[in-house]
């Protein structure tokens, strides 16, 4: 990891350009942008386990944004419409709002979750 915070990890996208391009956090930084000073957002996960965007301009600029639903699904359906499959079971993933926050579910029997930084 490139950078830790206090509290906060980094989700760290950029250090393996090559292998991580397809996660979340890659997608993230690639595609959001910070609504205050225009620089790329990056996924962090919080000393609790939850997931949140930052601005990648801090300490100057301390924006952040939750990780909502449509966000994800956005990022499941980016290439076509046929979304993203569970690498266990094949069947197609979905997002939800949990009780400790967004995590991403297949739909198939065995319900396998994962963490954003799975996916």
Do not use: W
Not at 1 to 22: K, Y
Not at 47 to 54: D, E, N, P, T, Y
Request: include cysteine.
């Amino acid at each position: 990891m490139s950078r830790t915070t206090d509290q906060c990890t980094t989700i760290d996208a950029d250090a393996n350009e090559e292998t991580n391009a397809d996660t979340f956090a890659s997608y993230v930084r690639a595609s959001k942008k910070c609504p205050c000073c225009g620089r790329p957002m990056k996924l962090i996960k919080s000393k609790s386990g939850k997931f949140f965007l930052a601005c990648a301009g801090y300490p100057a600029c301390r924006k952040t944004l939750p990780v909502d639903i449509d966000m994800i699904e956005e990022y499941f359906y980016r290439n076509s419409k046929k979304g993203q499959h569970c690498v266990q079971c094949g069947y197609s993933l979905e997002a939800k709002a949990g009780k400790y926050g967004v995590y991403v579910q297949c739909c198939g029997a065995q319900r396998h979750k994962y963490k954003l930084d799975e996916i």
